[in-house]
């Protein structure tokens, strides 16, 4: 079955300070693949998607991600958090067409 | 930019009653959706739409709900009698044909008790 998974529910990184993001998924062919941000009470804000060519993608916000076919993966980073960068991190994974998400992780900057 | 629009952002409602949410999707789009994240969980999808007809279902919609575009620009989700799992953020999205990302609104949060 189709599936994403992010192994990490919290994280706490200072702020200035690199950030990765795990992501995994498990489709049959290559999906097209997603990171949302959700900020407390707001909805879901795409920061970039990968559908085909460069692996590496660059989004939104100073954010990119790289799909590696090899370990099932789209991690998301960021070479330097802000404080507002706080927040509700989802992958989302699109084999028919619908999106599949993942558990999420909350971000959490400190100063 | 064009954007989902989702009304209300907030819906009290006692067990039991009927509620209908609101969306207005972006308006050359053509496919349409609804998901929703029960608090502190993650974002599940419902059910889309095309073509005036359902496309696909999840298990979560049941007979409990259905979904309407009733005038060329709404694309409604109506739960029939609430129950208090009910109560979670509901996003609507939609896309165009060229298969690309969906567009989500603000969501609404709706509340049952």
């Known amino acids: 079955a189709q599936s994403v998974t992010q192994p990490d529910i919290h994280i706490t990184v200072s702020e200035g300070a690199s950030l990765e993001l795990r992501c995994n998924y498990s489709?049959?062919?290559?999906?097209?693949l997603f990171w949302y941000v959700q900020s407390p009470g707001q909805g879901l804000q795409l920061l970039l998607k990968?559908?085909?060519?460069?692996?590496l993608v660059q989004g939104i916000k100073g954010f990119e991600a790289e799909f590696k076919r090899s370990q099932s993966s789209f991690n998301l980073r960021k070479p330097s958090v802000h404080w507002s960068d706080a927040a509700e991190y989802f992958c989302a994974g699109k084999g028919t067409d619908k999106l599949i998400f993942g558990t999420g992780t909350r971000l959490q900057v400190f100063p | 930019e064009p954007e989902v629009t989702q009304t209300p952002s907030h819906q009290v409602t006692q067990m039991g009653q009927e509620v209908i949410l609101r969306c207005v999707p972006i308006s050359n789009h053509l496919y349409f959706y609804w998901y929703r994240q029960i608090l502190g969980q993650k974002v599940e999808f419902l059910v889309s739409?095309?073509?005036?007809?359902?496309?696909?279902k999840s298990e979560i919609f049941d007979d409990q709900f259905s979904v309407e575009r009733p005038d060329g620009s709404n694309f409604t989700l109506k739960i029939r009698s609430t129950k208090l799992e009910d109560s979670a953020m509901y996003f609507c999205?939609?896309?165009?044909?060229?298969?690309?990302?969906?567009?989500f609104g603000q969501g609404t949060r709706l509340t049952v008790v």
């Open positions: 999205a939609s896309r165009d044909d060229s298969n690309t990302e969906a567009f």
């Open positions: 990968y559908f085909s060519g460069d692996t």
């Open positions: 489709y049959g062919a290559t999906p097209y």
């Open positions: 739409f095309y073509n005036n007809e359902i496309s696909e």
